[in-house]
Structures are given as structure tokens and as C-alpha cells.
């Protein structure tokens, strides 16, 4: 059996096990029928496999490559689902290995493969410049890179305290479980469900430039969702807990969500949503929670300020966007009020976003996308930042990446992906409860729940979890069945009241689904609560 991973890596071959991916050198078997276990699989930063990525891109270079980069990953996810008193299911699914991308005569090609050994990677590399030149015949404009400071070179990671894939598999059960059985002990609950979801991606980058990174990339999600069940069985209704939002930590995230302490809270706001006045549709005062508008700002911000469905590049998986031509928008449109300030960024601390390098070894900047209610800027990688170069000299900005290139997998090529997109706080001290106070008449709406969103994202409907009737100031009683309805600008300028610095909530998401073939990224989304004029409420219930 190999006692070290340098070992491990004249193993060769590959095992597919269990649900691990088929052909991925993840465990590798020996012959004596034992798995290597994965502290004894190959670091990202081995000598070894950095020898292999520096013969990839010498590869690259003599086969007519201008650019290369090559990337290895080890990827590691786990899940863990509970229902009630049982455990419905655990995965724990590892992937490894080596994507390679080159730049020839202005055409991009992509390979990878799951064999870390010379030949493998000489032969994926040969791969990648075949498809680079086979790409020139369809290219309408050659690719150009915005510069970036080269020589990049240095190891990042994810600000955790508890690494969760050293905590048994049990005590997270039990966690579960007993968080479970806080909301069950509550009257009128029918059903608990709870889940924890766990990532570590490691992954090293190295480019022609002459950038050499390694990051370890934490993700942590706990989660749980009760639901009440009437007397008579003719309504149900359901409380998620949106407010623990997923996270870049450890699993310190899991201990602090609390889940068993605050699972009766949302037992019993699930059993008052069953005794809840219906809405009545109509335009009301809204006040969005963080743990909504998050969501909002994601697809209504997030999404259409993404180059490349503003170019219509991006057009089958989720539309394009309303934020177009470009030379239209830039500077001149008016997104919303002059309370709305919106950053992209990938430096929060703990947020999903974070990293110290994008997947082109570009080091990410704030940036402003709205700033006092106007259309700043889209988000962009390195071939993007070239196309907006004119617009980046008539306003004195230099011509470079935000750092928004990113692949979910060593298998999977890069592109532009989200950053965090947010909402930032005014200068006051007000928070959610002294907004209620001075709201007359309106709705307060907390957590997320389903929406709709048309191809440009420019008409919306969405819901949320908890709904609360304000008047003269004071929260009188539960709604339920609400939806709001908007155009987008006219919603935005229509945001009246922000809160202030203390108000400010991460909300996110571990699943972004964009490209085709699909690829998944993660991303906070920072915001104040927010009180929006006059917004189009329906009642969802309402039958024909």
C-alpha cells in the first residue's frame, strides 16, 4: 500500500467506489484490496503535482499557446438529511484532478482529465490545444486579456475554527436530530426535516503569467424547516429557517446557527401562519428582512449585471438581461433611488464569495455595480474587462478583471461567475424593529420562499416565509398568501428607507446555476432590511 502521496501518484489508474465520481483517481486501489484513506491522497501543492502542472503549460506554450492556465482540484462534499426521528440519508463524495486551459490565436481550449501522471496530462494538454484551434473557425473576435499583475503567487484560506469533516458523522446526527425534536415537542407540528451541508475544495492555479496560488475553500450549511398541520388536515403551512444563511466557515457555523434553541420559535410562527388573515391584494408599504431581499438582489441585480447576458452570450440557462446595450446603460440608467448603493465584491469576511484568487489568479476588488441609485459597471472577467475598455477610459477606470472567473470543478472550464452582490447600509442606526415603528400601513415580510423571474429579470414575483400586518407603527397580527409583484427599476425607485450598519444581515446561496453544461456557484448577498413604496401584493390562496 503507498505509505505518502508521492507514492500515491505512481499508483496510476483509478477506482470508481460507492458514489464517488467513475474514474476519478479519489481511492486508489492497491493490490492488496485496500483504499488509500484520504489523508493519504496528494495535496494540491505536492512538488509532484506542481511538476505536472509547470510541464502542462511549457506544454501549452510550445504548442502555439499566448495564454494557459492549468488548475487541480480535490473537492469534497458531504450531506447530511434527518426527517422527524430518523436519518434519511448521508453522501460523502470526493473528486480529484486537472483542467487545462490554453489561449491559441485568440480562441480558447479546454481538457481535463482525472490521470495525474506525465503522459495523462501531456495528452489532455494536446487536447486543449486541438480544441483551441479548432475554435478559431467559428471565432467572431479574437480574445484579448485584460493585464493583471503577474508573479502572483501565494496560499489562501477559507477563516474557519472547526474543520467539519474531522466532526463524526454521529454527532452531527444527534445535533439534527435533537434540533428536531425541539420543534415536535410544539403543538400542531406535523413534520421536521434538518440538513447540514459541507464543502472543501482545495485547489492550486498556475498560469503563463507566471502565477502560482493554493486556496482551501470552506462552505457550511445548516438548515431546518417545520410544518404545522390543522385540526381538520385541510391547510399546512411551513416556517424554513432562511435566517441561518450559508456561510464560508467551519463547522462553528453549525454549533452558532443554534438550531435546537431556536427550532420552537419556528414552530410556532408555522402554527400561527394556520390561523393567519389571508392578504388582501392590493399595493402596500413592504418591509423586506435581509432573509428575503437577499434573494431578490440575486436575481434582480446579481444576475442581469453579468457581462455576459448584457452581450446576450449567456441566454439559455436563465435569460439574458434588461441591463442592455451596454453603452446604453453605463452611467446613465437609473437603477433605482439614491439609497441604492450596490458593491460587488469577494472579500467578506465568512461569506460565500470570499476567496483570495479567481480561477485566472486575478486578485478581486470591490466595485461599485450601483452607486447613489445609477448603473455603474457589469461584473467581468479578464476577455470581458477588454470589451468594456472604452467606457473604463471616457470614466478614468483602468481596463482590469473584478475577479469573477471561477469553475466549480477541475473538469469544468472557467467563466464569469457572481460575486457577492450587496446592498449597502445608510447612514443611520435604524434596524428592522425601529423601521416597523415608523411604518402606518404595510406588510413586513421575513425569509425567503418561491419566486418568478422573466428572461431578462425585469418582471418578478416573490414570497417569503413569515408575513406581519404593520399599522401605526406596530406588527398586529400574521398574513399569509402574499407575493409581491414588480418591474424592476420601479421597484427599486421605490426603496425609500434603509437600515443602518447594525442591520446588516449575509443572506446566500450554495446553488447559482449557470452555463451549459451546468456548473454551480456559491455567493452571499449582504443587505439591510428595506422599505419599498407602493408594491403590487397578491394572494396566492385564491382560488378561481
Not at 56 to 70: C, E, I, M, P, R
Not at 149 to 167: L, M
Request: glycine share 10%; net charge neutral.
Amino acid at each position: 500500500m503507498p505509505s505518502n502521496r508521492r507514492d500515491f501518484l505512481k499508483v496510476g489508474a483509478a477506482v470508481a467506489a460507492g458514489s464517488l465520481v467513475a474514474s476519478s483517481p479519489l481511492l486508489a486501489q492497491t493490490p492488496s484490496g485496500l483504499l488509500v484513506p484520504h489523508d493519504d491522497l496528494p495535496k494540491v501543492d505536492d512538488p509532484a503535482i506542481k511538476a505536472l502542472m509547470e510541464a502542462a503549460l511549457n506544454t501549452a506554450k510550445a504548442g502555439g499557446a499566448s495564454y494557459a492556465d492549468v488548475r487541480v482540484a480535490a473537492r469534497r462534499q458531504q450531506n447530511v438529511n434527518t426527517r422527524d426521528r430518523i436519518v434519511q440519508g448521508v453522501s460523502d463524495t470526493d473528486t480529484f484532478g486537472l483542467g487545462i486551459r490554453t489561449l491559441v490565436d485568440g480562441a480558447w481550449g479546454f481538457a481535463a482529465t482525472s490521470k495525474l501522471d506525465k503522459d495523462s496530462v501531456a495528452k489532455t494538454t494536446q487536447l486543449a490545444l486541438g480544441q483551441a484551434k479548432a475554435n478559431r473557425a467559428s471565432q467572431l473576435r479574437p480574445v484579448v486579456l485584460a493585464p493583471t499583475p503577474g508573479n502572483q503567487v501565494g496560499q489562501w484560506k477559507s477563516p474557519i475554527e472547526v474543520d467539519p469533516f474531522n466532526v463524526a458523522i454521529t454527532d452531527k446526527v444527534a445535533f439534527l436530530l435533537a434540533a428536531n425534536e425541539a420543534a415536535l415537542k410544539v403543538k400542531g407540528i406535523r413534520n421536521v426535516t434538518s440538513s447540514m451541508f459541507f464543502l472543501r475544495e482545495e485547489k492550486s492555479l498556475m498560469t503563463t503569467d507566471g502565477s502560482y496560488v493554493v486556496q482551501t475553500i470552506y462552505r457550511t450549511s445548516p438548515s431546518m424547516g417545520v410544518t404545522a398541520v390543522s385540526a381538520d388536515n385541510r391547510d399546512f403551512q411551513s416556517v424554513q429557517s432562511n435566517e441561518v444563511a450559508p456561510m464560508g466557515l467551519g463547522y462553528e457555523h453549525v454549533t452558532n446557527s443554534k438550531l435546537a434553541e431556536r427550532a420552537p420559535e419556528w414552530a410556532e410562527l408555522a402554527v400561527q401562519k394556520l390561523s393567519a388573515k389571508p392578504v388582501e391584494p392590493g399595493r402596500y408599504d413592504l418591509l423586506l428582512h435581509p432573509s428575503n431581499l437577499w434573494l431578490t438582489i440575486h436575481e434582480v441585480i446579481g444576475h442581469p449585471t453579468e457581462l455576459d447576458r448584457a452581450l446576450g452570450f449567456e441566454a439559455n440557462y436563465a435569460g439574458t438581461s434588461f441591463i442592455a446595450p451596454p453603452d446604453a446603460m453605463l452611467g446613465k440608467m437609473q437603477y433605482g433611488s439614491e439609497l441604492m448603493n450596490i458593491v460587488g465584491d469577494r472579500e467578506q469576511k465568512g461569506s460565500l464569495g470570499a476567496i483570495g484568487w479567481d480561477d485566472e489568479a486575478v486578485k478581486p476588488v470591490k466595485f461599485d455595480i450601483v452607486k447613489n441609485g445609477v448603473f455603474q459597471d457589469y461584473q467581468t472577467t479578464r476577455e470581458q474587462a477588454t470589451m468594456m475598455a472604452d467606457y473604463y477610459k471616457r470614466v478614468g477606470k483602468p481596463v482590469r478583471s473584478y475577479g469573477c472567473s471561477y469553475a466549480q470543478s477541475w473538469s469544468d472550464v472557467q467563466f464569469q461567475r457572481m460575486p457577492n452582490v450587496s446592498l449597502q447600509p445608510g447612514n443611520n442606526d435604524d434596524t428592522w424593529e425601529s423601521m416597523i415603528a415608523k411604518m402606518d400601513r404595510g406588510i413586513a415580510i421575513v425569509g425567503d420562499g418561491s419566486f418568478s423571474i422573466d428572461q431578462q429579470r425585469y418582471n418578478g414575483q416573490f414570497a417569503g416565509q413569515v408575513f406581519y400586518e404593520v399599522r401605526g407603527g406596530k406588527i398586529v397580527g400574521q398574513l399569509k398568501d402574499v407575493a409581491y409583484q414588480f418591474r424592476t427599476p420601479e421597484f427599486w425607485k421605490g426603496l425609500k428607507a434603509i437600515g443602518g450598519p447594525r442591520s446588516y444581515h449575509l443572506g446566500g446561496a450554495f446553488g447559482d446555476g449557470k452555463g451549459q453544461p451546468a456548473q454551480s456557484n456559491s455567493v452571499s448577498h449582504g443587505c439591510v432590511p428595506a422599505l419599498f413604496s407602493q408594491v403590487n401584493v397578491i394572494n396566492t390562496g385564491r382560488t378561481a
